[in-house]
Structure formats: structure tokens, C-alpha cells
């Protein structure tokens, strides 16, 4: 991996003088990180922009490595759109020397008013990243997304605008429908209980309590006492359901599960959450808006 940084860095160095951003056949060539920006920028860019999204459904961003053929794709962007907030971590040594060499880099994230985050001494930003869970918050990144490509690409500005005001009232649209459908669950109901602590925007927004058993970080291990102390925690509750996560082993879950049943009491696996990345390609799930809704079916069927 250093070899390939290296590489980077030399080859940014040659062009560093040469700031200006350049299109291949009249389009932006943009480099995203996880598939919910993939399908956000997408979305906004249409027809003249090429996205390429380093991401694939079920890919856990906390742990992605870039590969050679990853930095080759960075390399030859136009523009990097990231989530930011340390989620990308292992990526950040890779985005610090693009900055360095003037590359254009874009963190969503920057869009949203540091007081309005989530504290977290989990990352090195001290912020829970997972902030596409709060759909206000996403309609933010939205506009700010939009807006740095008209700067990007004006001759498209107009075009840009259009396509991403169309997406920020689908959004309006999806947060009015996701409310109502999440009134049917008492308040005293809406506990969420995940493999890591990736839904609490999505519980500020929603009222739900949310305990993830890994903390915010993949990168970290949920040990037995973790288990047992959280097993505790579902029968006082007497919680109906827990919830695999799809970029995250599921084992984790299951042993959370057999700890509540060694303790003569039942809780079922209420289904598989889309958190840290979309469901396939090509399927409703694999869009910001499918995800939001499958989740909030998925969690309400299981939880009322």
C-alpha cells in the first residue's frame, strides 16, 4: 500500500502546478467512496458526469484498503467525493496527500453544522460520521453537493440545480413517509439493538434509542462481557427483536442472541439492516431512498 501512495504522491507532484479541473468527452470524472454518496452524486450528475464509486454493496467503509487499481481510478479523477468524518479511515492518509497536491477533494460531511453531530471518541474526528441516517442532514450534503459541481462544471450548473432539487423533495417525501410510517411504534417500542452503533441519526431523528453491541467502529471488537451486559439490557426491555447488519458478520448478532437465550429468554432476529453501504445494484435497496425505506419497514415489522 505505501508503494502505492508513493506513486500517487510523485505523480501529484509532476501535476501539482496544473489546478484546473479537466473533463473527459465534456463529462466530470468523479471518484466517490460509499455507495450512498455513489448514488446521491449519480443522481445529481446524470447524464454529464462519469461516476466511479471505489464501494460496492455490503463493503464496510471503516476497514476499506485502496487497491492499485483504487488509486489509479483516484488518480485519474476530475473530483473525489467522500463521506469524511474519519468513516473512510484507512483512505485518509491517501485523501491528506491529495489535498497536499491540490487534487479536488470533497467531504460531504462538510455540509453539516458541527454542532448538530454526534460526539464520538471512537474517531479521529470526533464525530459519528454516519450521518446519512438523518435525512436532513443528507439533504444538506445534497445542496452542498450540488452546488460544488456547478462550480466545477458551470455550462451544466442549470442542469445540476434541476436534477437536485428534484432529489432534495424525493427526500422530503421519503422523511414525511418514513414519520408516519414509524408513528405506529410506541416511543417506549423504539429501541434499536444493531451489530454497531451506525443508526444514531437515525434515532435522533426518529426518537429511537439505538445500542449498538461494536460501538461506532467496525474496527472494534465486542468482547463477552459486552455480550452478556447487552443481553441484560434486551430482557429488562424485553426487547422483540435485534438486527444483523449487511456489511457487518452476522455472527456477532447470533452470539448476542444465543447470550439472551442462555438466559431463558427469547429475542428474534428481526432481519438484515442496510448500514454502512446499499443493498445490490439494480435493486430498489441499492438506492439511498430504497435503503431508508427497507430499514424503516424492516424495523417497525419487527419491532411492533
Known amino acids: 500500500m505505501k508503494k502505492y501512495l508513493y506513486i500517487l504522491l510523485a505523480v501529484f507532484t509532476i501535476i501539482s502546478c496544473k489546478n484546473e479541473v479537466k473533463k473527459q468527452n465534456g463529462k466530470l470524472q468523479i471518484v466517490t467512496t460509499t455507495t450512498m454518496i455513489t448514488d446521491m452524486v449519480a443522481t445529481i450528475g446524470g447524464t454529464k458526469v462519469d461516476v466511479k464509486g471505489l464501494m460496492g454493496s455490503g463493503v464496510d467503509p471503516h476497514l476499506y484498503k485502496a487497491s492499485e487499481g483504487d488509486v489509479t481510478k483516484l488518480f485519474n479523477a476530475d473530483v473525489i467525493i467522500y463521506n469524511g468524518l474519519h468513516l473512510e479511515g484507512k483512505l485518509e492518509d491517501i485523501f491528506e496527500k491529495m489535498r497536499k497536491q491540490q487534487k479536488k477533494t470533497i467531504a460531504v460531511s462538510d455540509a453539516i453544522d458541527k454542532s448538530g453531530l454526534i460526539r464520538s471518541e471512537y474517531f479521529a474526528s470526533s464525530y459519528d460520521p454516519h450521518i446519512w441516517f438523518h435525512i436532513d ?91 452478556q451486559k447487552l443481553a441484560s439490557f434486551i430482557i429488562e426491555k424485553d426487547i422483540k427483536a435485534i438486527f444483523v447488519e449487511s456489511s457487518v458478520p452476522k455472527r456477532t448478532i447470533e452470539a448476542l442472541q444465543a447470550a439472551v437465550q442462555s438466559k431463558d429468554h427469547e429475542v428474534a432476529i428481526g432481519g438484515t439492516l442496510y448500514s454502512d453501504a446499499l443493498g445490490d445494484a439494480g435493486t430498489e435497496e441499492g438506492t439511498y431512498i430504497g435503503m431508508y425505506k427497507y430499514n424503516v419497514s424492516t424495523i417497525v415489522n419487527a419491532l411492533k
Open 137 to 227: 442532514y443528507w439533504k444538506q450534503a445534497t445542496r452542498f453537493v450540488i452546488d460544488e459541481l456547478k462550480k466545477l462544471d458551470p455550462k451544466n450548473a442549470e442542469y445540476f440545480e434541476e436534477k437536485g432539487q428534484k432529489y432534495i423533495e424525493r427526500l422530503t417525501t421519503l422523511a414525511k413517509e418514513v414519520s408516519e410510517e414509524i408513528q405506529v411504534l410506541p416511543v417506549e417500542k423504539r429501541i434499536l439493538v444493531t451489530a454497531h452503533d451506525a443508526f444514531n441519526y437515525f434515532g435522533k431523528l426518529h426518537n429511537f434509542e439505538v445500542v449498538g453491541l461494536q460501538g461506532l467502529s467496525t474496527a472494534t471488537e465486542a468482547g463477552v462481557q459486552d455480550v
